[in-house]
Structures are given as C-alpha cells and as structure tokens.
C-alpha cells in the first residue's frame, strides 16, 4: 500500500485561529503534499463551539474532516448540520441522543481514511466509556477504511497513554486533543500506530489556553466570574504530520508542526 500523509490540527481558537489556519494552509501543502487534512474545530466560535458558517469555511478550504469534543453544543445552530453533514464529527460516545455521529470515512486518490473523534471520561462529561466505543467504532469501520485516525480529546495524559497503547496496531494513528498545549512525546508505538498525547491549539499563544491572559488569571486569583474573550496575542498552528506506512493502518512516523502565523495574519 503506498504511503500518504495527513496532517491533523490541533483544536482551531477563534477567529484568529481560523485565519492562522487558513493563512498557513497553501504553503503547508506545498511543503507537504497531505492526501487529507483533519482539524479539531470546537473553539472555532469565539473559542466556544463551531457554527455552520464556520465549518463550511473550512471545508471550503481544504479541511477534509472535522472534530469537535466538550464545546460541540455550545452554538444551537449546529445542532441540524451534525446531523446531516458526514465529515463533521461529535465524540462517538457521547449518548445516542445527542445530535451528530462520532466517525465518518473520507476517500482521496483511492485511500480511504476513516476519522473518529473520541472524548475521554476524567474529568469530562461524555455520556458513555470511552474505551468500549472506541472498539465499536472500529468494528464498524472494519471494511470501510484502509486507515484510521482517532482524535482523543481529553483531560487526562494517562487517559490518552491508556488509549494509544489500547489501539495499537489497530489504528494508523491516535491523537489527542482538549489541553491546548502540545506535548513532546510524538512517537510510532511498537504495533504501527502514531501516538502523540495532545497536538496543541490553533490560535493565540499569548493568552491561557486561548482566553485572554489578564481575564484568565482574574479568575484564577479572585476566585470571582469573569467574562472570557479569545486572546489576541501571537497565534501560532499547532499541528502533527503522520506518514502511513505500508501495511493498511499502520503508521511510519509523526512529527509535529508549530508555526507561527503568517504574517498579517
Ligand atoms: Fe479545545
Ligand atoms: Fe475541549
């Protein structure tokens, strides 16, 4: 099976994340040549959520599947596009209820990648475990794809280590999202799957994860509510490149991308 590469980015902060994003994108396939492009995009809203507007301007431009995780409910209005739009995806164990699915199966020059968006159960409100979803999701996708990547989007490291080594050798790639800081621990596991416990954000380096600074620490040190705005300050791509190798859903590496924005983003 001949190798492809798909470059996965991490969790898109406002607006201003979007245009580095979309800023960074042409030269980013030039130098690259990803088959697919997959991004996190549940703080694209104002760092709260995603509308249809703001999905169908990714699309447009490029991103072959979307991800969401705990803010995927935030903006009413996408509640019918989750349902009717395959490549956008809500956490597969989220309950049954909730609007949207959890995986989808995207084909390009004849290789199809199946996506699958996860959310961790520590410290996050997904309605069903997590680990048991994650084989149902695979059983599901068993003749549909030549590869898998699994966008975790968690609290925990240990929840996201746990899982990685749990879908080894059974997944191109697992990756995880939520903390908006990128970890240095990209690796192939020994059974073929890319591994990396959280790409990073998308957006503005300079606030707290996303909020603008003086805001978040308010919080933090009065104990006091405080009205949270997407930060403005140094917007950085926080992305990873996985080869496929190969074997059908195994990898051959990852590496990380961390851009700064173009400038007069
Ligand atoms: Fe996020
Ligand atoms: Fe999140």
């Known amino acids: 099976m001949r190798p492809i590469k798909v470059l996965f980015v991490g969790d898109v902060v406002g607006g201003l994340g979007k245009r580095t994003l979309l800023g960074l994108l042409p030269s980013l396939r030039e130098r690259y040549s990803p088959t697919f492009v997959v991004a996190n995009g549940e703080n694209i809203a104002g760092g709260i959520g995603i509308t249809p507007r703001l999905a169908d301007q990714l699309f447009a431009a490029g991103v072959d599947v979307i991800t969401l995780g705990n803010h995927t409910y ?147 040190a009065t104990k006091m509510p405080v009205r949270f705005e997407t930060s403005t300050e140094d917007p950085w791509l926080n992305a990873v490149l996985i080869t496929t190798g190969d074997a059908p859903r195994r990898a051959s590496a990852i590496e990380p991308v961390l851009e700064p924005a173009a400038p007069g983003t």
């Open 74 to 220: 935030r903006q009413r209005d996408i509640y019918a596009y989750l349902d009717e739009r395959r490549e956008i995806l809500r956490p597969a164990n989220f309950l049954r209820s909730q609007p949207g699915h959890g995986w989808c199966v995207v084909t390009r020059d004849d290789v199809r990648l199946g996506v699958v968006s996860l959310s961790g159960n520590l410290f996050m409100d997904a309605g069903r475990p997590v680990f048991a979803e994650a084989d149902a999701a695979l059983h599901a996708l068993k003749e549909q794809a030549d590869h898998v990547l699994v966008d975790m989007h968690a609290e925990a490291t240990s929840e996201k280590v746990g899982m990685g080594w749990y879908l080894d050798g059974r997944v191109t790639a697992v990756v995880g999202t939520h903390t908006h800081v990128p970890t240095a621990d990209a690796r192939v596991l020994p059974g073929g799957t890319a591994y990396i416990t959280d790409v990073g954000m998308t957006g503005p380096r300079g606030g707290v994860i996303g909020v603008k600074r003086e805001q978040a620490i308010e919080a933090m």
